[in-house]
């Protein structure tokens, strides 16, 4: 792995860690399995990267490309809260329409913002760090994003989310609106999914409307990752292992990227990544079987459960 | 925990001193690096990357001699495209080679002073990678697939007599596949024929936008669109049940049970981008070669499909052909 490479993985990673986030809320927060972030990532990208090349401001275009991700995790919201739609379809509804919605906004599937103003264009105007510019603005972001979900999950709103997620029942007996804190967490968490894809359109200096595709696999297992290293006791470890978890699976891949000195063929990166994680959480689960059982306690099923039995 | 934190920590360690170490490239100056990358496994990319290396070899760069090929896929990953494209950066090739648009476009991002050359670009313009194509004015040049849709319009109302409604499918996230399908449209016009779209997303929605066109159209029109030619026998089946007869710009579909392609075959493509390679090699600079959109258009016929289809083929179009499959 060389300079290049290694900047390379910490840029993406630390991108990937504010989708790591985003599943964070929904997942782990809300216990809500939600798929639109394959589609919220490539919105962001479409609606700052169309904001760019309209002549807007690219930290203005960033926050369009942020409300249009949460007005998307607002649509998953309402069709499961209010239509009664189980979790898992409405994210797939919305992820599925999102497809049409990206073409509308970028007029065409692929849109370069190449030689625009963009957020990191204009960082390193500032700050020229050379190689590590990327990597040093996309660190303050991802902290920064950690630290404010942290700051949230704090707030009486964000214990009321939490409780909701956790117990809905006994939310409700709170007096929380469980249907509102759904809304709620949705839109945060997409509109941090589609922040990420701002970013990346601007990073990698264009928008494809096939770009989501894996979004929901490379931010879970650096959800998951993150677990397997801190653990999730506190929301500051969690979230601490979001950001480190989305930082190590890209390693992992820039590991897999370079490791063809070892007769390995390019067909063959897929399943070294695979390999390579798999090992990964293997280790940790001999050690998870002293206490630290909740790791694999998985809520991607649960929670679908869960929704299941609150239907009729 | 600790030591799970300590296995990763040692994993990235490893990472980092075995990569340090290991693509240290023979810096002397008659071995020569070439790093090539495209977005997935594809029969037309993978012919051009064949091509490149063949093409190499004839000008006297040998793999495994004096020639060093890295060769990555993304894996249809665009995440991924981009982080080969920094481990490229950091190798530092003499240079580098992206086989599609995404793949050019995560290249020429990252790729800084390295000369770029990009191949299967449809439309090197509109996908940002050059603004005059005669004359690139930043690192990158390559070649083109854009095809003038008109030769195969043509071919189709020689073949099917009293054709006037011509089907396309195509996803239309597929940006190459977009600007293939206006100018089918625009030449349809020309020649006083109809076009009747048919999108398709994925590939398992092909099947239903082949059977949607049955009754509407009296030909399809396939543009080379990776999502519609990887199921290319789905559309097959439904056009030799309805008697649709199927077209294609990928010569390769020929052999696949469509009735003609007109086009140029990928391998050809990867020989003329290779040629690119061997002059940057040789010392010039991409801003000194045009792109170019390689070779004449060949006909590839398969007579068994057309039987099937309802076609006759008149003998002065099959004498015509490049290839006639029996």
């Known amino acids: ?312 | 925990m600790l030591s799970f934190k300590k296995a990763v920590l040692a994993t990235a360690a490893v990472a980092a001193i075995a990569g340090f170490s290991a693509p240290v490239l023979a810096q002397d100056s008659d071995e020569k690096t070439v790093a090539i990358t495209y977005i997935v496994e594809h029969p037309a990319l993978d012919a051009v990357r064949e091509g490149i290396i063949e093409s190499l070899a004839e000008k006297g760069y040998t793999e495994g001699d004096n020639l060093t090929v890295v060769a990555r896929s993304a894996q249809g990953n665009m995440t991924t495209q981009t982080q080969i494209a920094s481990e490229f950066a950091g190798l530092k090739p003499d240079v580098a080679v992206g086989i599609s648009t995404p793949s050019a476009q995560a290249l020429k991002n990252s790729m800084g002073d390295t000369p770029v050359i990009f191949a299967a670009v449809t439309d090197p313009v509109a996908a940002g990678l050059v603004e005059n194509p005669e004359h690139p004015e930043a690192n990158i040049t390559g070649t083109s697939d854009k095809q003038p849709p008109k030769p195969a319009l043509e071919l189709i109302q020689s073949l099917v007599p009293g054709a006037k409604t011509i089907g396309v499918i195509y996803n239309p996230g597929e940006a190459n596949s977009v600007v293939q399908v206006d100018e089918i449209k625009a030449a349809a016009g020309e020649l006083g024929l109809e076009v009747v779209d048919s999108p398709a997303a994925q590939s398992t929605m092909v099947p239903d936008a082949a059977r949607n066109l049955v009754g509407k159209a009296d030909a399809i029109l396939l543009p080379t669109d990776n999502s519609v030619i990887s199921v290319l026998e789905a559309i097959v089946t439904v056009g030799e049940r309805a008697k649709l007869p199927v077209f294609t710009t990928d010569t390769d579909s020929v052999e696949r049970g469509a009735v003609a392609a007109l086009g140029f075959n990928y391998a050809e493509m990867g020989k003329v981008t290779g040629d690119m390679v061997a002059e940057i090699l040789a010392g010039k600079t991409p801003s000194e070669i045009a792109v170019v959109v390689p070779g004449n258009q060949d006909l590839f016929l398969n007579m068994k499909a057309a039987e099937a289809m309802g076609i006759t083929v008149p003998d002065s179009v099959k004498n015509s052909a490049k290839k006639v499959i029996e």
């Open chain 1, 1 to 312: 792995m060389t300079l290049f490479a290694l900047a390379g993985a910490f840029e993406t990673g630390l991108l990937f860690a504010l989708v790591a986030l985003s599943i964070f809320m929904s997942f782990r927060v809300l216990d809500f399995p939600d798929l639109t972030v394959d589609g919220s990532f490539p919105l962001g990208a479409a609606v700052s990267a169309a904001a760019i090349v309209g002549g807007f401001d690219p930290f203005i275009a960033t926050f369009f490309g942020m409300l249009a991700g949460a007005a998307a995790g607002f649509v998953t919201g309402l069709l499961n809260v209010r239509f009664g739609i189980m979790n898992l379809l409405a994210g797939i509804l919305s992820m599925v329409a999102l497809f049409s919605v990206n073409l509308r906004i970028m007029g065409r599937p692929n849109l370069p913002v190449y030689g625009q103003d963009t957020v990191f264009s204009r960082f390193e105007s500032v700050v020229d760090a050379g190689l590590w510019s990327n990597t040093i603005l996309l660190l303050i972001i991802a902290i920064g994003a950690k630290l404010i979900v942290d700051w949230f999950l704090k707030t009486e709103i964000g214990l009321g989310l939490r409780a909701s997620g956790e117990n809905p029942a006994m939310a409700e007996a709170q007096g929380i609106r469980n249907g509102a804190m759904t809304l709620l967490g949705m839109s945060i968490a997409n509109a941090l999914c589609a922040l990420a894809g701002s970013l990346f359109a601007q990073m990698q200096g264009v928008a494809d409307v096939t770009m989501g595709v894996g979004t929901i696999v490379t931010g879970l297992a650096a959800l998951i990752i993150g677990e397997a290293i801190l653990g999730r006791r506190t929301v500051f470890l969690a979230t601490l292992g979001c950001v480190i978890g989305a930082v190590v699976y890209r390693l992992f891949i820039a590991l897999a990227l370079s490791a063809g000195f070892i007769g390995i063929r390019p067909q063959d990166l897929n399943l070294i990544t695979a390999v390579v994680v798999a090992v990964a959480v293997v280790l940790s689960q001999r050690r998870g079987k002293r206490g630290r059982k909740q790791l694999f306690n998985f809520k991607l099923v649960r929670g679908a459960q869960q929704n299941d039995e609150g239907q009729d």
